[in-house]
């Protein structure tokens, strides 16, 4: 639906913001069931990033102090990390060593040298500065590597492919199946059986009452409040009708063929090949407005609307 608000030019300058988008979380319940691959995502996912920092084992960061936690800022008042969050871990990876090797480079022409300048010296200092930044996100990132090349985490990442794929229904519900058998974190079974039941329309009653059976079995009975409030939220239910996943993915291209993860062409390499469907819509407001996809709009949560504000003039 298309409104238009007329507005008085009197007393009104030229606004800062000309375009606000707002997206009701319900209408993307998908992304944030899907693991995050850049650099911050990372961080968030294996350390959880808490009003700007995360808490790690000093060991972590290279300090000698077994048991003792550290706090580390990441905010753009580190340029470094201003520079790399949004990045791939493996592009994160060299863009650091890189750097520090361009440095150790530096100083080793310093010490072996005496004919620079003030000015290249003034200059040398200041890279030095930097020396902290890089330590950090190097033990950071070496950190992430070793966490991102467990086999678990691949299998993890490979099945949610195939889940939002919405092709291979059996394949994803005996994953689900095995994992609750094997007590993975329960956060993690979580999610992926949110992401199956979302792109799936819900499961079929048998599986719905069996999975649920197996967690609380697997995880206690202290659970079935959580259950009980993930159903109620529409998040893990029994299924109903056929779903309009498949239908939205293919409309919106949120599938999409990654060849160069370090060199991305578009926003699905922050999921491994899945566009977020609220990026989506905001790419298609921002470029031709929703109009196009007005009948594709009706098959998300909720009523959508465009208000466009009219300047008129009083007399």
Not at 132 to 161: D, G, M, T, Y
Not at 188 to 196: A, D, E
Not at 254 to 264: Q, R, S, T
């Amino acid at each position: 639906m298309q409104l238009e608000d007329p507005v008085s030019m009197d007393n009104m300058g030229i606004p800062e913001i000309d375009t606000v988008i707002l997206l009701d979380r319900e209408v993307d319940m998908v992304t944030p069931m899907c693991s995050q691959l850049t650099y911050e995502g990372l961080l968030d996912e294996m350390l959880e990033i808490h009003n700007g920092s995360v808490e790690v084992d000093a060991s972590i960061m290279g300090a000698q102090q077994d048991g003792k936690k550290v706090k580390v800022p990441l905010n753009s008042s580190d340029k470094l990390y201003k520079e790399i969050r949004d990045l791939n871990l493996h592009v994160v990876v060299q863009v650091v060593r890189q750097k520090a090797t361009s440095i150790q480079q530096d100083y080793a022409e310093v010490k072996s040298t005496n004919t620079q300048s003030v000015s290249e010296l003034k200059d040398f200092v200041k890279r030095l500065h930097s020396l902290p930044e890089i330590a950090r996100h190097v033990n950071l990132a070496q950190h992430l590597q070793s966490f991102a090349a467990k086999p678990a985490f691949h299998a993890r990442v490979e099945i949610e492919q195939i889940i939002l794929e919405a092709q291979t229904y059996e394949t994803c519900y005996e994953y689900i199946e095995e994992i609750i058998q094997k007590q993975e974190p329960i956060e993690t079974v979580l999610r992926l059986l949110v992401l199956f039941s979302l792109t799936n329309g819900g499961l079929p009653k048998k599986n719905f009452d069996y999975l649920r059976r197996e967690i609380l079995h697997s995880y206690g009975f202290e659970h079935m409040p959580l259950l009980y409030n993930l159903e109620k939220a529409g998040l893990v239910k029994r299924q109903e009708s056929r779903t309009n996943w498949p239908v939205i993915s293919r409309a919106l291209q949120l599938i999409v063929d990654i060849k160069d993860p370090e060199n991305p062409d578009d926003i699905a390499y922050i999921f491994a090949g899945y566009a977020p469907l609220s990026i989506r819509l905001v790419q298609h407001a921002v470029r031709s407005g929703w109009r196009s996809i007005e009948e594709l709009l009706k098959l998300l949560p909720g009523p959508h609307m465009d208000l466009k504000r009219v300047r008129c003039l009083d007399h």
